[in-house]
Structures are given as structure tokens and as C-alpha cells.
DNA sequence: TCTGGGGTCCTAGGACCC
DNA sequence: TCTGGGGTCCTAGGACCC
């Protein structure tokens, strides 16, 4: 999708339409997320700081990032692609590879189907997409980008040589900043550079990353479309608004950023076996700390209590500006764990069912089975209220006490 | 006035096991 | 009297992507 987040504010709002359009960055320590093209011209560009952002374009409108709501545009986008094609692999939310190997009598030439595709994304969303069309993953996603926005770029099979040769080694998928020096020093500038580069040299230079970026040089690029792939780990991390210190200054940020991740693993019907805690200082030095356990979670409660152990191993005296956690080692579908496997209970496992709305309930009063009231763990029943009252309706006493302290008149409108 | 938040993948050393 | 080799798992950090 082109400039996805912007172009859907812009769609969604018409006096938007033709402005240069900032989501993200409005608040003292964010960053860009996406720039419309108008803002672009301004040379304001997604990951840079908001004040620099602002410096370049004063006259920028600057808006919130609605992920809610972005999430559900890509599923409706998602949805067009898989009436093409049954092999979608989700890249992020605004890209996809499609796998149309074998649908030219449906579809007629790859152009045709990549004019089809975007014409069925504009018909459904109103937004606009740019296509590469190419025998592999690697060509197809680099090609994609040559003819934004709202472009097709085909290259046409067997020329992926050529038609890599020109373009700068920063191109290359895994290439970043670091990659892209190494190569510089060795005097490689573009893909042509690398293609044309000794083989053992490289490899011998660096290893089998060499050889890998030799291989995508020449346009050679064999993996296969992954549709199903499924989430590793679900983590939460916040940019305090001001810098904090200590133990205890530590554990109330990192405490909701516990809930949220829990409250996913649950929704996810997924539990976890490690966790991870996330320091960024002020120097911008990160460190993590983990651990796995025997028994997975999707509880707060166990969770913290490794939160709090990995937190007693890490300095917390210097000035810190971000907090983060993860959820890893994900055990999916809990379900089919063999039934005579013990499970830990929680706690507070015995907690009674959030009592039934009267008469015309929206949940189904047969959802409280006796079986299933067993699952009715503290975090559960928070679950449900949020669902029913929203997020603000309930909230741990040590998160409510600093909301107060230090946000009287303005809940919930903490940028943090 | 400094630099988000969500991830993935790779590497490398050490513990541990046979 | 001088300590193999192979494998896995755990942990921490780093590069990279959108």
C-alpha cells in the first residue's frame, strides 16, 4: 500500500485530501510512523523524530496512529488478495506476496493480474497499491517499490540480473546501515557490484551472508510463499514521557505493559514459556533480560513474578527511558495438550463468573459451563469487562494511583 | 528538542549431556 | 598431568524490517 496510514486518514477525512499529512510523532518523544506523499516532499520520512519532523514541515498534520482501525483495513485488503490467490503471505499490514503460479487462464498476463488486484483493492477500499511482478519473492518485493505510488513494475523473467544490476546494495533485503558500510568499504555500491564480485571472496569476506546477497544479486531467490506463519512472541514496550529510575519506578511502568500481553496470549488462546524484559537508558543503550519456565503462562501473575526476578538482574539506577516485555516461546493451542498433563491452576482460579447480564445478555448465558468456569482466572474476568466496559472501566490500584497523580483532568489521554 | 512499537532472524559463548 | 567431539539448550546482543 502507498504511504498506508496517511492514505487511509486522508480517505477517511476528504479536507485531508492533497495536505501533507504526519500520523505519528505528535508527542514529545515519537516518531514518524508515515508521511503522505504531499509531506514526504517536505523530506519528512517514517522513523524520524517528531521535532525534526516539525522543523521540516511546520505546516504538517499531524495525527495520532489509529492501529485499531489501520489492523482492520489490512484484514479487509488481505481478504481481496485471497480471491486471487489461496497462497497470500502477509508481509505486514500493508504488504502481501501472492503466489499466482498457474492463474493466467483466469486472470490473463501477470500485468493484467496485478491491474486486476489494484483495481479490486481501490473498488473495496478506496486506497492504493503498488504492484512488483516478478518470478521470485525477492524481485517482486524490490520491484514493487520502483514505481510508487500507485505504480506496477513488472521484470520480466530471466532479466533479474539486469534489472537488479543498477540499483544501489541498500536495496537488498537485509541490507541496513551497518551491511550497507561493509559493503562500501569493499567497494560494492550496487547489486551489479555484487553480482559481478568473486565468489569466494565474498564468502570469505562475510560468511554466508555473502553468499546469500550473491545469490539475490543474480536474481536467484527459492523460498516459498509462507501463508500460515504464525506469531513467535507478543511483547509491549512504552518511551516514558520522562525518564525514570529504580526498582520500584520500574515495575509500575512495566506492570500494564504486563496486562496488555497477557490479555493478547489470552485472546490469542496461546500461553508462553519465556519472558523478557526490555531497558532502553537515556544513553540509548538497550538490555534484556530472559527466562523460561516449565509451566506456561497467560496470567499476570506468574508473569510478574518473572518480571520482577529478571528486573532484580539489571542496573536500574541509571536513567532509563523505555520499558518494554515479551511473551516468548509461545505454546499454541493449549487444547491439545494431552489431557493427563497437570496444569498449574491459578490462584485465584476459582473466582466466580462475572454475574449475568439480565435478559437479553449479549453473551450466551450457556458460555459459564461448569467446565469452563474453571478458566475464570482473575485475568479472564478483566478481559470481559474491558470487552464490555471498555479499558478505562477497570485498572490495577497502582496504575489508577499514578494516573491520578499525575493526570488529573486528563484520563486516558496520556500520549504513554 | 534528540531518536516508536511491533516484530524476525542470526550469532556466539557457556552450561550441560553423552 | 594438560584436558575430545558432537549435540542441544539457554541467554544476551545486534542487525534488520515495516
Same mark, same amino acid.
Not at 525477492?138 to 500507485?150: C, E, G, R, T
Not at 514496550?237 to 493478547?264: F, H, K
Given at each position: 500500500?502507498?504511504?498506508?496510514?496517511?492514505?487511509?486518514?486522508?480517505?477517511?477525512?476528504?479536507?485531508?485530501?492533497?495536505?501533507?499529512?504526519?500520523?505519528?510523532?505528535?508527542?514529545?518523544?515519537?516518531?514518524?510512523?508515515?508521511?503522505?506523499?504531499?509531506?514526504?516532499?517536505?523530506?519528512?520520512?517514517?522513523?524520524?523524530?517528531?521535532?525534526?519532523?516539525?522543523?521540516?514541515?511546520?505546516?504538517?498534520?499531524?495525527?495520532?496512529?489509529?492501529?485499531?482501525?489501520?489492523?482492520?483495513?489490512?484484514?479487509?485488503?488481505?481478504?481481496?488478495?485471497?480471491?486471487?490467490?489461496?497462497?497470500?503471505?502477509?508481509?505486514?499490514?500493508?504488504?502481501?506476496?501472492?503466489?499466482?503460479?498457474?492463474?493466467?487462464?483466469?486472470?490473463?498476463?501477470?500485468?493484467?493480474?496485478?491491474?486486476?488486484?489494484?483495481?479490486?483493492?481501490?473498488?473495496?477500499?478506496?486506497?492504493?497499491?503498488?504492484?512488483?511482478?516478478?518470478?521470485?519473492?525477492?524481485?517482486?518485493?524490490?520491484?514493487?517499490?520502483?514505481?510508487?505510488?500507485?505504480?506496477?513494475?513488472?521484470?520480466?523473467?530471466?532479466?533479474?540480473?539486469?534489472?537488479?544490476?543498477?540499483?544501489?546494495?541498500?536495496?537488498?533485503?537485509?541490507?541496513?546501515?551497518?551491511?550497507?558500510?561493509?559493503?562500501?568499504?569493499?567497494?560494492?555500491?550496487?547489486?551489479?557490484?555484487?553480482?559481478?564480485?568473486?565468489?569466494?571472496?565474498?564468502?570469505?569476506?562475510?560468511?554466508?551472508?555473502?553468499?546469500?546477497?550473491?545469490?539475490?544479486?543474480?536474481?536467484?531467490?527459492?523460498?516459498?510463499?509462507?501463508?500460515?506463519?504464525?506469531?513467535?512472541?507478543?511483547?509491549?514496550?512504552?518511551?516514558?514521557?520522562?525518564?525514570?529510575?529504580?526498582?520500584?519506578?520500574?515495575?509500575?511502568?512495566?506492570?500494564?505493559?504486563?496486562? !496488555?500481553?497477557?490479555?493478547?496470549? =489470552?485472546?490469542? *488462546?496461546?500461553? &508462553?514459556?519465556?519472558?523478557?524484559?526490555?531497558?532502553?537508558? $537515556? @544513553?540509548?543503550?538497550?538490555?534484556?533480560?530472559?527466562?523460561?519456565?516449565?509451566?506456561?503462562?497467560?496470567?499476570?501473575?506468574?508473569?510478574?513474578?518473572?518480571?520482577?526476578?529478571?528486573?532484580?538482574?539489571?542496573?536500574?539506577?541509571?536513567?532509563?527511558?523505555?520499558?518494554?516485555?515479551?511473551?516468548?516461546?509461545?505454546?499454541?493451542?493449549?487444547?491439545? !495438550?494431552?489431557?493427563?498433563?497437570? =496444569?498449574?491452576? *491459578?490462584?485465584? &482460579?476459582?473466582?466466580?463468573?462475572?454475574?449475568?447480564?439480565? $435478559? @437479553?445478555?449479549?453473551?450466551?448465558?450457556?458460555?459459564?459451563?461448569?467446565?469452563?468456569?474453571?478458566?475464570?482466572?482473575?485475568?479472564?474476568?478483566?478481559?470481559?469487562?474491558?470487552?464490555?466496559?471498555?479499558?478505562?472501566?477497570?485498572?490495577?490500584?497502582?496504575?489508577?494511583?499514578?494516573?491520578?497523580?499525575?493526570?488529573?483532568?486528563?484520563?486516558?489521554?496520556?500520549?504513554?
Amino acid at each position: 500500500m502507498d504511504a498506508f496510514y496517511a492514505s487511509v486518514e486522508q480517505r477517511d477525512n476528504p479536507d485531508l485530501q492533497g495536505k501533507p499529512v504526519i500520523v505519528g510523532g505528535s508527542s514529545r518523544r515519537g516518531v514518524v510512523t508515515t508521511a503522505s506523499y504531499e509531506a514526504r516532499r517536505f523530506g519528512v520520512k517514517s522513523a524520524m523524530p517528531g521535532f525534526k519532523a516539525r522543523q521540516l514541515c511546520p505546516q504538517g498534520i499531524f495525527l495520532p496512529v489509529r492501529m485499531a482501525h489501520y489492523v482492520a483495513v489490512s484484514q479487509s485488503i488481505m481478504e481481496v488478495f485471497r480471491q486471487f490467490s489461496p497462497v497470500v503471505e502477509p508481509l505486514s499490514l500493508d504488504e502481501a506476496f501472492l503466489d499466482m503460479t498457474g492463474c493466467e487462464r483466469i486472470y490473463g498476463s501477470p500485468m493484467q493480474m496485478a491491474e486486476q488486484v489494484r483495481r479490486a483493492i481501490w473498488d473495496r477500499e478506496h486506497l492504493t497499491a503498488s504492484v512488483g511482478v516478478a518470478a521470485n519473492k525477492f524481485v517482486a518485493k524490490i520491484a514493487s517499490d520502483l514505481n510508487k505510488p500507485n505504480g506496477i513494475t513488472e521484470c520480466p523473467l530471466g532479466q533479474e540480473k539486469a534489472f537488479l544490476a543498477p540499483l544501489v546494495v541498500e536495496k537488498l533485503w537485509g541490507v541496513g546501515p551497518k551491511s550497507a558500510a561493509r559493503l562500501h568499504a569493499e567497494g560494492l555500491h550496487t547489486i551489479g557490484d555484487i553480482a559481478n564480485a568473486d565468489e569466494v571472496w565474498l564468502a570469505e569476506e562475510l560468511g554466508s551472508f555473502g553468499v546469500h546477497l550473491r545469490e539475490l544479486s543474480h536474481g536467484r531467490d527459492t523460498r516459498v510463499l509462507k501463508p500460515d506463519r504464525t506469531r513467535k512472541s507478543i511483547g509491549s514496550e512504552r518511551t516514558l514521557m520522562e525518564n525514570i529510575q529504580g526498582y520500584e519506578a520500574v515495575r509500575e511502568r512495566i506492570l500494564p505493559l504486563v496486562d !496488555e500481553v497477557c490479555s493478547t496470549l =489470552r485472546r490469542k *488462546g496461546s500461553r &508462553a514459556f519465556g519472558v523478557r524484559i526490555k531497558i532502553r537508558y $537515556a @544513553s540509548f543503550d538497550r538490555h534484556t533480560r530472559d527466562e523460561r519456565q516449565k509451566q506456561p503462562f497467560d496470567e499476570a501473575g506468574p508473569m510478574l513474578e518473572v518480571v520482577e526476578r529478571l528486573l532484580r538482574r539489571i542496573d536500574l539506577e541509571q536513567e532509563i527511558r523505555l520499558v518494554g516485555v515479551t511473551a516468548f516461546d509461545l505454546d499454541d493451542d493449549p487444547e491439545e !495438550e494431552a489431557v493427563d498433563e497437570p =496444569r498449574q491452576m *491459578g490462584l485465584f &482460579a476459582s473466582i466466580a463468573p462475572v454475574a449475568p447480564q439480565p $435478559a @437479553s445478555s449479549s453473551a450466551p448465558s450457556g458460555a459459564e459451563t461448569p467446565a469452563s468456569a474453571g478458566a475464570s482466572t482473575i485475568g479472564s474476568v478483566m478481559d470481559r469487562i474491558h470487552d464490555r466496559f471498555g479499558k478505562e472501566a477497570l485498572a490495577r490500584g497502582a496504575v489508577v494511583g499514578r494516573r491520578r497523580a499525575h493526570s488529573p483532568s486528563s484520563a486516558g489521554n496520556d500520549s504513554e
